[in-house]
């Protein structure tokens, strides 16, 4: 079973100790230290906590200075973090969570239900780090692949889209309206890409392959491979599609080569 370690922060002695003793006999790993600057020396010396419970109200440092300097290191980036106040007040919360804090739990502790609620935030706090992981999977393998995915609206302007895609199109920022992109397209080409865009208006996929270039200034051309697929709301109304383009430039010299070399004597 993997150590859950936690480190609660808390000027209070007797609200520390228990809070310390009540966790410890559910089975977790607990630090402990008075003042923000001590639990900054504990996580210096290479105390990695699960989760932080971090009073607000401290000598020194406060709870929501410390929280953000937590929050600028990448290293705490996606850790837990449960302000400990006795002020209720909408302002206070407000600034914890501005200052960062993932939750707050207002004083006194209710200790019969904090470790299912600590229980509760780790479970959170690992569905989001598995989301954040598979983000950066799923952006390391489009670079890779040479290929982005987008969001287009009814009107055919690209609304969202992966950093990969606006690369390929030569575009940097977002919406990318269809008339600054359709001159980019090859002439020859152009007629059939807007013609298979028109057909997912009757629910009709797409799948095509045309020449692009990624400035208008140049005549260098890439191979691109596209699909769309088109998307309805609850009353059948087209709103749009999904997609994605894959620069297959390389592929189709390789091609271009294979067939080269078939037809044509080398000597």
Partial sequence: MTEVRILVVDDE??????TETVLTGQGFVVRSAESAEQAFAQLAEGFSPSLILLDVVMPGMSGYE?????????????????????????????????????????KPLNMPLLPHRIRYLLRSAMA????????ITLINTQ???RLGNWTMD??????????????I?????????????LPRVHREDRTTLLRQRAEMRMGRPYRLDYRL????EDDVWYHVHERGFPRFDERQQYIGAEGFTQDISERVAQEEKI?????????
């Fill in 169 to 181: 199109v030569g575009i940097s920022q977002l919406p990318v309206p269809e008339r600054r992109l």
């Fill in 259 to 267: 067939r080269s070399l078939a037809w044509h004597d080398p000597v």
């Fill in 128 to 135: 989001i780090r598995e989301l954040f992981d598979s983000q």
């Fill in 213 to 216: 270039r990624s400035t208008l």
């Fill in 143 to 145: 670079q890779i692949a």
């Fill in 154 to 167: 009814a009107d055919g302007n690209i609304i969202r889209a992966s950093r990969e895609y606006l690369d």
């Fill in 13 to 18: 002695p007797v609200s520390r100790l228990i």
């Fill in 66 to 106: 410390a929280c953000r300097r937590l929050r600028a290191d990448p290293g705490f980036e996606h850790l837990p973090i449960v302000m400990l106040t006795s002020l209720d007040d909408q302002k206070s919360i407000d600034e914890a969570y501005f200052s960062g804090a993932t939750d707050f739990i207002t």
